[in-house]
C-alpha cells in the first residue's frame, strides 16, 4: 500500500513538545539542587552549636565624623555606655604624618590612653590600608611618589607607630593593614611578599602577635594565614553588588567553621574582625534613607547575626557599626544601641 508523504510541517509540534519537556525537566532538576542547596545552609545554620564569644567592636575616628558625631563623644560612649571591652582601633597614616618625618599621635594618643584608663584591651591596626573607606589612607604628599618610595615610608611609619606604643600594655596586638591580599577601594593592588616586609619589620620590634585579616567569603585564607598569628576575618551576611544590588550570602557557620579548622597549622587561632552590624550601603550610608537602612539592619538581624558567630565557634568577634549605633540612637532609632549594650554586659560579666 502506497503511503502519502508526511506534510513537512507534522512532525514540529512532536519536536517542539519534546523540548519543552526537556525544558521543564532541567528547570525542575535545577530547582531541586538549589532546594537542596538551601535547605542544607539552613540545616547547618540551626545544627551548629552555639559557643561562648568575647565580644569587641570596631571604632573608626573618621567613621564618626561622616555621620556628623561628635568622635570623642561617640568614642566615650561606646567604652562607656555601650561598654566595650575590646577595641580594634585603626592608625590613619594620614593623619599621624601630614608632613613628611613630621609624627602628631594626638588623636590616636587619646583613644589608647582612655582605653588604658579602662582596662580595654586593643588591636591597634596600623598600615596604609585600614578599616573604613576608601580603604587606603596614605598623606597628600605621596600623591606624586613612586610606589617603591611610597612603600619605604610606608616601613618607616610602621617603626615610628610601634616604637611609639612600644610600652603601651593595653595593646594586645599589632594588625597589620586590613584584608591587605583583597582587592578593594582605592589602593594599589596587593603584594604579599610586601605584605610580608611589613609584618617582619613590626615583629622585629615588638613581640606582640601579628593579626593579618581577609575577606571571609572571598579568599581562601591560607595566603594571609601563614605569613600571621592570629587570622582575622569578616563575615558579611547582606552586602551589595553594583551588578545584581542586595544579595545575601548563602553560607552556612560551618563554611567559616571548616575553613579555620583547614589552616589551624598556619596560625594561634582565628578570630571575626569584622562582623556585620549595620547595613552594607553602595555609598555613605548617610545618603541610604533611614527606612531602607533599618531594613537591612535592625534588631532581629544583629540578633540573627550574633547568634551566626556563635555558630562559627570563633573565640572573639569584633562589631562592624557601633558608631552607626550611636548616630541612630540620635536619631531616635536606640534599639541597636540597647541590644548591644546588653550584649557587651554579658561579655564583661563573663570575664569577671
Given at each position: 500500500m502506497n503511503r502519502k508523504p508526511a506534510k513537512s510541517g507534522s512532525r514540529r509540534p512532536r519536536i517542539r513538545g519534546r523540548r519543552q519537556d526537556v525544558g521543564i525537566t532541567l528547570l525542575l532538576f535545577f530547582a531541586l539542587l538549589l532546594g537542596l542547596f538551601f535547605f542544607k545552609v539552613v540545616r547547618d545554620n540551626l545544627g551548629q552549636p552555639e559557643r561562648d564569644v568575647v565580644w569587641g567592636a570596631t571604632f573608626s575616628k573618621k567613621y564618626a565624623q561622616e555621620l556628623g558625631l561628635d568622635w570623642r563623644k561617640t568614642y566615650l560612649a561606646v567604652l562607656d555606655d555601650l561598654g566595650v571591652r575590646h577595641l580594634r582601633l585603626p592608625v590613619y597614616w594620614d593623619e599621624i604624618e601630614p608632613e613628611p618625618d613630621t609624627y602628631n599621635f594626638t588623636d590616636i594618643d587619646w583613644q589608647v590612653e582612655q582605653a588604658a584608663q579602662r582596662g580595654v584591651q586593643v588591636i591597634l591596626a596600623i598600615g596604609r590600608k585600614v578599616p573604613r573607606w576608601p580603604e587606603c589612607h596614605p598623606p597628600a604628599w605621596t600623591g606624586g611618589m613612586e610606589e617603591p618610595l611610597v612603600r619605604s615610608r610606608i616601613l618607616r611609619m610602621l617603626e615610628e607607630v610601634v616604637e611609639h606604643y612600644a610600652d603601651n600594655l593595653s595593646i594586645v596586638a599589632w594588625?597589620?593593614?586590613?584584608?591587605?591580599?583583597?582587592?578593594f577601594g582605592l589602593c594599589p593592588p596587593p603584594d604579599r611578599d610586601f605584605l610580608k616586609q611589613e609584618v617582619a619589620v613590626v615583629s622585629a620590634l615588638d613581640d606582640r602577635p601579628i593579626v593579618v585579616t581577609e575577606s571571609g567569603e572571598l579568599s581562601t585564607w591560607v595566603s594571609a594565614a601563614s605569613i600571621a598569628d592570629i587570622l582575622g576575618i569578616s563575615t558579611y551576611r547582606t552586602v551589595w553588588s553594583k551588578y545584581i544590588g542586595f544579595f545575601y550570602w548563602p553560607v552556612s557557620p560551618s563554611f567559616y567553621a571548616r575553613r579555620g579548622a583547614a589552616i589551624s597549622s598556619f596560625v594561634d587561632r582565628v578570630i571575626i574582625t569584622e562582623l556585620q552590624a549595620e547595613p552594607w550601603s553602595p555609598g555613605p550610608i548617610t545618603m541610604m534613607p533611614l527606612d531602607q537602612q533599618l531594613a537591612l539592619m535592625d534588631e532581629g538581624r544583629l540578633l540573627d547575626?550574633?547568634?551566626?558567630?556563635?555558630?562559627?565557634?570563633?573565640?572573639?568577634?569584633y562589631l562592624w557599626g557601633v558608631e552607626w549605633w550611636y548616630w541612630l540612637q540620635a536619631v531616635g532609632h536606640p534599639e541597636?544601641?540597647?541590644?548591644?549594650?546588653?550584649?557587651?554586659?554579658?561579655?564583661?560579666?563573663?570575664q569577671e
Open positions: 594588625q597589620v593593614e586590613n584584608e591587605p591580599l583583597f582587592r547575626n550574633l547568634a551566626f558567630a556563635r555558630r562559627v565557634g570563633f573565640a572573639e568577634a541597636l544601641w540597647e541590644t548591644g549594650r546588653q550584649l557587651f554586659l554579658t561579655t564583661q560579666e563573663v
